[in-house]
């Protein structure tokens, strides 16, 4: 079996814009990051049949599968040919954490496959993943370090200016994606990101609270008391921003 690293992400911004009577999805405006001292083993190799197994301190753990099942079944159709895979995925990256530990096993997976057989994927294949798989998976299939990711995460260009300095604080409180996003379907919902404003902050020693780098934040917040009262604790003392729906903070240094 091939050994392959599986690394995961934080945003530095993320502004959410109010989903349309038309979209199935948000849209968004984001600056990824790869963040390569964090990542997932996995294993892979081509099969008789499809199995996908997770694991975490040696011991088999549950995860919902489903992603990499669409991604086997869409990378299928293009090729034109049936694919079975035996996957065992070393998870290392917390899960529900807002770092991408779901779209980059994915995205190792697609990249492996169609390195494989030798097919380059085009904007609109990108786009049907972003939609239909996972919207952070078309970051990690560009192999950039760093990048701006919008429209619904399929439209991937790389970001060439410096990037701060920063470290994880990881919470271990699982945060649910879907819960926050269904929280901003309401009506009344409108982006408090101002992305100009935030990326400054970025670049400079100012504080973070007066800024909104994250339209997620107070979602997140509301789901879980526990990471709304750290929140305000680390906020006070130190320049952090919360990574996609959390709960996960970036400190920057």
Sequence with gaps: MERLKAYSKVNLILKVFPKLKNESKHRIHSLFCLYQSLYDDIQIEESTTTRIVFIRYNKKINIDSTKILLAIDYLSKLLKRTIFLNIIINKKIPVMAGLG?????????????????????????????????????????SNYLSAWVS???????????????????LTHIPISTTNVYNAMNDKKYRSQVNVKHAYQMLQDQSSTKNVVCNDMWSFANKESAKLNAISSKLSKNKKVILSGSGGTFVEIQ
């Design 151 to 169: 429209a619904y995460g399929n439209k991937v260009v790389q970001n060439h200016k410096k990037i701060p300095r920063f470290k994880l604080i």
């Design 101 to 141: 530990g779901s779209a980059t096993d994915v995205a190792t997976i697609i990249k492996w496959v169609i390195k494989k057989y030798n097919f380059k994927l085009l904007s609109t294949h990108l786009k049907h993943i972003a939609l239909n798989i996972g919207s952070d998976i078309p970051f990690f299939l």
